[in-house]
Each structure stands twice: as C-alpha cells, then as structure tokens.
Antibody
Framework: QVQLQESGPGLVKPSETLSLTCAVS?????????WGWIRQPPGKGLEWIGS???????YYNPSLKSRVTISVDTSKNQFSLKLSSVTAADTAVYYC?????????????WGQGTLVTVSS | QSALTQPASVSGSPGQSITISCTGT?????????VSWYQQHPGKAPQLMIY???NRPSGVSNRFSGSKSGNTASLTISGLQAEDEADYYC???????????FGGGTKLTVL
C-alpha cells in the first residue's frame, strides 16, 4: 500500500523559504504517478500547489508558480517542496499526495499533512 | 474565490439521501469527465471517494455515487450514517493553465 509522510519545520519566518519533504513507501516513486503538494489554510479549503513526475516534469499552480519549486529524489524515494518569500497567508497544513494524471487527475493517496506556521 | 462552486453546507437525517453539487464551466466540468470527490474528517487528510465522475475506488462504500450534467457535477450519499459527517471537496481537470481546481468545500451535517 502506498504511504506518504511529510516532514519539515513547523515554523518559518516571514520572507524566508518553506521547505518540506514527502517520503514515499510501499511504492516506487519512479512508477506511474505524478507526486503532488496540496495545502489547506486553517479553516479553509484545499489548494493544489503543483505536481512532479520522476523525470522532473512539473506542473505548477500559476498563482504560486513564481515562488514554488518541486523536486524529486528517486534514490531516496521522496520529493520536496520549496516555497519562497513566505507570508502569513502561506500558513497552512501542507499535504503530499500521489497524483494520477493519465486521463484522470485524481489524488489517490495522501500523507497525514503537516502544519506550517509563518510567523516571526 | 474557488474555481468550482459548492454549497457551504448541507444536512440530512440518518437513512436519508443527500446530494452535493459542484458547478464549474466548459473549461473544466462541462467538457471533461475528470471530476473527483474527497471526504475530509476534522483533523484528517482528505480521502478519495469518487473519480472520473462516477468511479468508486476499492473500499469506498457503494452508498457514495457521482454524476454530471452540463457544467455541474454531483455527489450523492444514500442511507446517511453518522460517520458521513465531514467536509466534501470536488476537484476537476481544467484546460486553463491551472491543471486542476478544487471546489470550496461543503460541510455535511448528519442531524
């Protein structure tokens, strides 16, 4: 069974870069899926951030594209998110998920999520 | 403002059926059968309930069903149970530059 686990700092200062990693187990990150990041501000809805394939091919949400970098490390079976120049508006629970985009675009498996607070 | 429009809340009594709507445009729901639905209990990660408008992943109860008409997709839950109380989000592929968009979410209350 595919399992995903987010990790990274829970507190980031304004103007700095948020960095998170998603470790994938039970499935090779090089097989079949894109791998995505989704976030949810406290009390609000879900927002797709972007997704990456093991080849490095990426899709980004245009509203965040100028600040987002998603990368993949196949040797460690994990992928990462970097969000630069953060503000309080970037405070959210960040989820990683498997993103099957081959004619479906569904998010099959999700991590438990990690809360990142932007505050000085 | 979300790209897909959902009602903020719906409610129903145990045993009843409810339907949650998700309205988009011809750039997403209207021209593509790539609508998925997610259930999210408080403090938990979302869970895929329906994909490609009508398909249920293995392990999801057949009380959950999906449909689409024009620019609006719908999630129907029959035989409501207390455990169905949660937030529900729709999601669709979009031909705009965004790739995929979520609805704003609907809170389901089981009375």
């Amino acid at each position: 069974q595919v399992q995903l686990q987010e990790s990274g700092p829970g507190l980031v200062k304004p103007s700095e870069t948020l960095s998170l990693t998603c470790a994938v187990s039970g499935y090779s990150i090089s097989s079949g899926y894109y791998w995505g990041w989704i976030r949810q501000p406290p009390g609000k809805g879900l927002e797709w951030i972007g997704s990456i394939y093991h080849s490095g091919s990426t899709y980004y949400n245009p509203s965040l594209k100028s600040r987002v970098t998603i990368s993949v490390d196949t040797s460690k079976n994990q992928f990462s998110l970097k969000l630069s120049s953060v503000t309080a508006a970037d405070t959210a629970v960040y989820y990683c998920a498997s993103h099957y985009i081959w004619g479906s675009y569904r998010l099959d498996y999700w991590g438990q999520g990690t809360l990142v607070t932007v505050s000085s | 403002q979300s790209a897909l429009t959902q009602p903020a809340s719906v409610s129903g009594s145990p045993g009843q059926s409810i339907t949650i709507s998700c309205t988009g445009t011809s750039s997403d729901i209207g021209n593509y059968n790539y609508v998925s639905w997610y259930q999210q209990h408080p403090g938990k990660a979302p869970q895929l309930m329906i994909y490609d408008v009508t398909n249920r992943p293995s392990g999801v109860s057949n009380r959950f069903s999906g449909s689409k008409s024009g620019n609006t997709a719908s999630l129907t839950i029959s035989g409501l149970q207390a455990e169905d109380e949660a937030d529900y989000y729709c999601n669709s592929y979009t031909s705009s530059s965004t790739l995929v968009v979520f609805g704003g979410g609907t809170k389901l209350t089981v009375l």
